[in-house]
Every structure is written in C-alpha cells, then in structure tokens.
C-alpha cells in the first residue's frame, strides 16, 4: 500500500520567508510525528499529533514554527519568518497509534538562502 | 542529558560476510528500541524493532540484540549485499512511547 508522502520533495526559499510542508500519513494511522534532520546528523523529534490534536510540541524549536492536522490526516508543519539555521530535512513519519511502529516518509528538504 | 549513541560512525564489510552495527543507549527507562536503514536521498525505513522484555528478536536476514545489563544494542546483517549499504541508526522511545531519540548513525559500505 502507499506510504508516508511528504511534498514539496524540495524547497529553495529567502531569508525571512514563510514556508509550509506537507505531510500524507498511511491511511488509517492516527498518530502522526515530524522530525528534523541535519546533515550527518539522525532525526530529531519535533512534535507528535494523536488524531487532530498536538500531544506534544516540546520538540518545536521556537515559535515561528506551528503544525496542524485539522482532519486528522494530512498535516501542515508551517515556518515563518525563516532563517538560514532552519535549512535541514524535515521528515514526517506517522503510525496506528503512538505505541506502533513509526514509518517515514522521503522527507522535504529545506534551503534557507 | 541522556542519549543513544553508536560506536563506530563507520563501517566497511566485505560482500557475502557478516556485519555487526553497534548502539550504546544510557537512558534505562527505555522499553522499545528500533533499528531504521537511510539511503541517499531517503526517509529512515524500518529494518526491526524490539521490546525489552526480549534480548534477541530475529527477521530476514537481521538480527537484534538488546542487552539492557550494559545498555547495548547491536544489529546484525547476514551475508551483507551491495544493497545493505546506507547509514543504519537505532532508536529508542525513552519513557514517551512515542518520542524516538535517535543516534547519529552508522554509515555502512559493502565491497564488491
């Protein structure tokens, strides 16, 4: 069946832009997670949403970064005001429930200029 | 702070032998640890997870082995391919369930 789908695959943005991720869980998994990922570096969590709400945002970096899951499904992760710090790959990964194996998605690299 | 960590950032094995990926973790209220393969350009995929009311856990190919006495967990390869080459990073949960703390990965190259 379909997999973890994150768009855009990439995305080349300015200094001070805003910037918006998309993630598409397996169908039927109710939880949903994003991470970040630098270069050389493994995943490190950002936040994690039980079906439309966020259950755990501890891993946000600041407050120019927001996600939501209106649905319970797709999930935005939006950044504002970017900066050349935030340039990483974002990876979205999501599961049946938060006890269940996490499954990544290709993951949408970001480029601050 | 507490963390998972690998020994070695890189490994290089010979097609047809078998490999051995190590992993220190500190944090003891862990209970769930998952072994994930990254290739160039790729989210992690899933290789085998284990509980740790287990010490061993066997799939295809690989083997997990959790040794919580001394913190350890290693991933084993048999007879190592062209196609297993990538970066291997383990995973554990903490005491979130949810929240998966990764290590900064093995970088594994099979030779031909």
């Known amino acids: 069946g379909a997999g973890v789908s994150q768009t855009p695959s990439n995305k080349v943005t300015e200094k001070g832009k805003y910037v918006e991720l998309r993630c598409d869980p397996i169908s039927g998994h109710t939880a949903l997670y994003w991470y970040r990922q630098s270069l050389g570096q493994g995943p490190e969590f950002l936040i994690y949403f039980q079906g439309t709400g966020a259950a755990d945002d501890s891993g946000l970096p600041n407050d120019r970064f927001f996600a939501v899951r209106p649905e319970g499904s797709v999930s935005t992760l939006k950044i504002q005001r970017t900066e050349r710090g935030d340039s990483a790959v974002y990876l979205c990964?999501?599961?049946?429930?938060?006890?269940?194996?996490?499954?990544f998605g290709p993951g949408t690299r970001l480029t601050v200029l | 702070g507490e963390s998972v960590g690998l020994h070695l950032p890189t490994l290089s094995v010979q097609e047809g032998d078998n490999s051995i990926i190590n992993c220190a973790y500190s944090?003891?209220?862990?209970?769930?640890f998952i072994w994930y393969k990254q290739e160039s350009g790729k989210g992690p995929q899933f290789i085998i997870d284990?509980?740790?009311?287990?010490d061993k856990r066997q799939g295809q190919r690989v083997t997990v082995l959790l040794n919580k006495t001394v913190k350890h967990l290693s991933l084993q390869i048999a007879a190592t391919q062209p196609g297993d080459s990538a970066v291997y990073f383990c995973a554990e949960n903490g005491a979130s369930d949810y929240k998966l703390s990764f290590g900064a990965g093995t970088t594994v190259t099979v030779r031909a």
């Open positions: 944090n003891s209220a862990s209970d769930y």
């Open positions: 990964a999501s599961s049946l429930g938060p006890t269940d194996t996490q499954y």
């Open positions: 284990i509980r740790s009311n287990m």
